[in-house]
T-cell receptor, first 110, second 115 residues
């Protein structure tokens, strides 16, 4: 059974600091890894998707890396803003099933 | 473009009652899925479908039924509600189950309380 872990569970940083969010998974036979953002009381919004054959993906201030062999992914958010405050979840896809981590709740202080 | 639409947004049930959570998508997505989200436990997959007429169980299927008679709709049925089914339920879809650059799109959720 795939187990996905996100550390830390919560993070508070001053505005402008770079954010580093970690995700680890136990079964490296994944099809892809996805990072999502969830605002309170809302659904999840897809941020980045990395195919298993890729090492990283970038979108604006966001960059996600994938090391499949070690079962790790890292999401970097550059120059954080108060609007980046949310919960960030990673998920891995095996055999048509997506397994989620519990998320990292980020607070960016103005 | 409505995306993934879930109804109702909120529901309160008594133990033993049954109900159906509705999910519809207008993006012609093949893959649809249901998750429940509980504090500290992340999202857990209940059931999923890779196309019309095809459904399969996820991690926590007990107490729930699904069907997929059309590409657009994927309702989730609670057969006999229990307090342990109090949760936030999310429906999600993607173009392909395992397609290149096929991210999951989520609805806004249904908050269910069983008393």
């Amino acid at each position: 059974k795939q187990e996905v872990t996100q550390i830390p569970a919560a993070l508070s940083v001053p505005e402008g600091e770079n954010l580093v969010l970690n995700c680890s998974f136990t079964d490296s036979a994944i099809y892809n890894l996805q990072w999502f953002r969830q605002d309170p009381g809302k659904g999840l919004t897809s941020l980045l998707l990395i195919q298993s054959s890729q090492r990283e993906q970038t979108s604006g201030r966001l960059n996600a890396s994938l090391d499949k062999s070690s079962g790790r992914s890292t999401l970097y958010i550059a120059a954080s803003q108060p609007g980046d405050s949310a919960t960030y979840l990673c998920a891995v896809l095996n055999d048509y099933k997506l397994s989620f981590g519990a998320g990292t709740t980020v607070t960016v202080r103005a | 473009n409505a995306g993934v639409t879930q109804t109702p947004k909120f529901q309160v049930l008594k133990t033993g009652q049954s109900m159906t959570l509705q999910c519809a998508q207008d993006m012609n997505h093949e893959y649809m899925s249901w998750y429940r989200q509980d504090p500290g436990m992340g999202l857990r997959l209940i059931h999923y479908s890779v196309g019309a007429g095809i459904t399969d169980q996820g991690e926590v299927p007990n107490g729930y039924n699904v069907s997929r008679s059309t590409t657009e709709d994927f309702p989730l049925r609670l057969l006999s509600a229990a307090p342990s089914q109090t949760s936030v339920y999310f429906c999600a879809s993607s173009y392909k189950a395992q397609g290149i650059n096929s991210p999951l799109h989520f609805g806004n959720g249904t908050r269910l309380t069983v008393t």
